[in-house]
T-cell receptor, first 114, second 117 residues
Framework: DQQVKQNSPSLSVQEGRISILNCDYT??????FLWYKKYPAEGPTFLIS?????DKNEDGRFTVFLNKSAKHLSLHIVPSQPGDSAVYFC?????????????FGKGTRLSVIA | KAGVTQTPRYLIKTRGQQVTLSCSPI?????VSWYQQTPGQGLQFLFE???????NKGNFPGRFSGRQFSNSRSEMNVSTLELGDSALYLC????????????????FGPGTRLTVL
């Protein structure tokens, strides 16, 4: 049973345009969400997170939106750059209740075309 | 400061053998978590160690085990290797226990690519 789903395995976007990566979750107990970026031959790198008490968190070109009623979050990258080409993982956990590991989605491969 | 290091980076074993992978966390980090990444399943949590104690364990068979030393370095062991164990094994460290509700950011190493023939 996959609790965190990234339904798009891949996404291609032109340089300068907006990239939108989507993530759905099924466990209503999740209250903390993270996005990680992974380049080939490297480990995932933390990008941005959001707590369930917020619906938006912004960090430079990266913004994460959370829709709790739809159990959906999205990562927006504006403007997209060729260096953003990587695999993006969405992850979730129960922060308040504790003792739960991160649950990851299967990832979306983003290709930014110059 | 130095990041998370994992050794070896690549490993080839045959079915039935056992393997030990090593992870050195960022200096000062006391939590080490292990994940298995495969193309079909994404990143799946194996276990977490904090202060030499296993804090949480994922849904993997008993062939997968781990331990943590007093200097926070961690090892994971897989016995009686199967073809399906071929994967990228990632370790991540954080300051506090990642499964204690602290929400600390986990920093990942580059991984060990294990191939079982």
């Amino acid at each position: 049973d996959q609790q965190v789903k990234q339904n798009s395995p891949s996404l291609s976007v032109q340089e300068g345009r907006i990239s939108i990566l989507n993530c759905d979750y099924t466990n209503s107990m999740f209250d903390y969400f993270l996005w990680y970026k992974k380049y080939p031959a490297e480990g995932p790198t933390f990008l941005i997170s959001i707590s369930s008490i917020k619906d938006k968190n912004e960090d430079g070109r990266f913004t994460v939106f959370l829709n709790k009623s739809a159990k959906h979050l999205s990562l927006h990258i504006v403007p997209s750059q060729p260096g953003d080409s990587a695999v993006y993982f969405c992850a979730a956990k129960q922060l308040r209740t504790g003792n739960t590991p991160l649950v990851f989605g299967k990832g979306t491969r983003l290709s930014v075309i110059a | 400061k130095a990041g998370v290091t994992q050794t070896p980076r690549y490993l080839i074993k045959t079915r039935g053998q056992q393997v030990t992978l090593s992870c050195s966390p960022i200096s000062g980090h006391r939590s080490v978590s292990w994940y298995q990444q495969t193309p079909g399943q994404g990143l799946q949590f194996l276990f977490e160690y904090f202060s030499e104690t296993q804090r949480n364990k994922g849904n993997f068979p008993g062939r997968f085990s781990g331990r943590q030393f007093s200097n926070s370095r961690s090892e994971m062991n897989v016995s009686t290797l199967e073809l399906g164990d071929s994967a990228l094994y990632l370790c991540a460290s954080s300051l506090r226990s990642g499964t204690s509700g602290g929400g600390d950011t986990q920093y990942f190493g580059p991984g060990t690519r294990l191939t079982v023939l």
